[in-house]
T-cell receptor, first 114, second 113 residues
Framework: GENVEQHPSTLSVQEGDSAVIKCTYS??????FPWYKQELGKRPQLIID?????GEKKDQRIAVTLNKTAKHFSLHITETQPEDSAVYFC?????????????FGSGTRLSIRP | DAGVTQSPTHLIKTRGQHVTLRCSPI?????VSWYQQVLGQGPQFIFQ???????GRGNFPDRFSARQFPNYSSELNVNALLLGDSALYLC????????????FGSGTQLSVL
């Protein structure tokens, strides 16, 4: 069945350094790829998303890249700050009107070292 | 403006019982979807409803059912509870029919003993 694999499961970076989280998906019909941030004990929140007709999208310190041929997409966080510490989830969705389904990765726990 | 609200926040049930979880979407949002999140894992898609019709269903047994009301609020029902149903159940709403730009509620923590 459809699957989204996410790596690494844990990531620790020095404050100010960059962090990269990678995901691969199996359903070639996927064309919408969001990233959600979940702080401890809180609800997931959308931080950035990208569609398959775009290769890269940037929002301040956060960027997402998509390689549709390889079925890979990645989250890049630059100049990391303590408030970036959280669990990050990637997801993939076919995003068509019928039988709409979204598959989440298993998450990456990002820790920012002061 | 209130976000997505879910009730109850916590629930303890025993095996074999049934449970009803409730969700109110953001005002103006017509799509509601449900997810099961086991500790340490990503949310797993259960159902999506749009305009009171089921638009998507994940790989969950028939013990799981849901519905959406005319005011776009939604209920998730789980019958014949199993220990493995213990999880955080998240509801999310979105403006459009598709599972995009989801706004999540804080969830209902269900413990099955």
């Amino acid at each position: 069945g459809e699957n989204v694999e996410q790596h690494p499961s844990t990531l620790s970076v020095q404050e100010g350094d960059s962090a990269v989280i990678k995901c691969t998906y199996s359903d070639s019909a996927s064309n919408y790829f969001p990233w959600y941030k979940q702080e401890l004990g809180k609800r997931p929140q959308l931080i950035i998303d990208i569609r398959s007709n775009v290769g890269e999208k940037k929002d301040q310190r956060i960027a997402v890249t998509l390689n549709k041929t390889a079925k890979h997409f990645s989250l890049h966080i630059t100049e990391t700050q303590p408030e970036d510490s959280a669990v990050y989830f990637c997801a993939a969705s076919p995003s068509y009107s019928s039988a709409s389904k979204i598959i989440f990765g298993s998450g990456t726990r990002l820790s920012i070292r002061p | 403006d209130a976000g997505v609200t879910q009730s109850p926040t916590h629930l303890i049930k025993t095996r074999g019982q049934h449970v009803t979880l409730r969700c109110s979407p953001i005002s103006g949002h017509k799509s509601v979807s449900w997810y099961q999140q086991v500790l340490g894992q990503g949310p797993q898609f259960i159902f999506q409803y749009y305009e009171k019709e089921e638009r998507g269903r994940g790989n969950f047994p028939d013990r799981f059912s849901a519905r959406q009301f005319p005011n776009y609020s939604s209920e998730l029902n789980v019958n014949a509870l199993l220990l493995g149903d213990s999880a955080l159940y998240l509801c999310a709403s979105s403006l459009a029919e598709l599972n995009e730009k989801l706004f999540f509620g804080s969830g209902t923590q269900l413990s099955v003993l």
